[in-house]
């Protein structure tokens, strides 16, 4: 299903007050690439989450020592060895890692997604994946594994699926789990295209100041060139955050 929808980025994390998890994969005006993802919650126990940043990696981990929680806590970016990126809202990352190692193909390892198992919402599993070779970003395949509208008792899901050759300077696309309101939760997984103006550190400022305050966790914005730490980072528990070397300051 190709990405049609072009939407400005602050009107993209604006558009909903209850967009859940967000995607988003770009460059930005000057050609950089980047990934952003953010963070809201509805309870108590999705708010309670932090991100964790290695050189390779953002985790969304528990904040209260508590047990795992597969639905809550995973690895949301791995930047694979071979340059490759793959950023999603859930424990899927992990898989089209292990699958595209293995030698399964991106097409493969995406359609073979289902959706989350959280009757009865069935929230989607966003997942986006491209090849980074220096600043260009190649071959993104965006893919939203969502339960089928009107008999979501199948139990393979559908996908709605994006696939862009290469990113032009200022191009970027996206994706939510929800498209509306904490008190009636409407899924999405719906690609969509966004315009990135401006440079990929001064995003992470307005995607936070774009969500919720009552429901925004954390967000970051970090770039697909050099150490993930590097990136920018923010969140209700963002003290935390320093400890994973971001350098960060709150004050």
């Not at 890692?97 to 293995?102: I, K, N, S």
């Not at 969500?211 to 697909?224: F, I």
Request: aromatic share 6%; net charge negative.
């Amino acid at each position: 299903m190709a990405s049609v929808q072009v939407l400005g980025v602050d009107e993209f994390v604006t558009k909903y007050r209850y967009p859940g998890r967000g995607i988003m994969l770009g460059r930005d005006g000057d050609g950089t690439g980047f990934a952003a993802y953010f963070l809201t919650g509805r309870s108590e126990a999705s708010r309670a989450r932090r991100l964790v940043i290695g050189p390779d990696t953002l985790e969304i981990a528990d904040t209260t020592s508590g047990p795992a929680d597969p639905l809550r806590h995973y690895t949301a970016i791995v930047r694979m060895s071979s340059g490759r990126i793959v950023v999603g809202n859930g424990t899927q990352v992990a898989d089209v890692v292990a699958g595209l190692d293995a030698g399964t193909t991106v097409w493969q390892a995406l359609t073979g997604l289902e959706c989350e198992p959280d009757p009865p919402i069935l929230t989607p599993r966003i997942t986006a994946t491209a090849a980074i070779g220096g600043t260009e970003v190649l071959e993104l395949v965006l893919s939203g594994a969502v339960a089928h509208p009107k008999w979501p008792a199948i139990e393979q899901s559908q996908h709605h699926l994006a696939h862009i050759p290469r990113l032009a300077p200022g191009e970027g696309h996206a994706m939510t789990t929800y498209a509306g309101d904490t008190g009636a939760v409407v899924t999405s997984g719906q690609p969509v295209a966004v315009t990135v103006d401006g440079v990929w550190p001064q995003l992470l400022e307005r995607i936070w100041g774009g969500l919720d305050p009552v429901l925004r966790v954390a967000a970051a914005v970090v770039p697909l060139t050099g150490d993930l730490r590097d990136g920018r980072f923010a969140g209700a528990h963002e003290p935390l955050i320093l400890q994973a070397g971001t350098g960060r300051s709150t004050r």
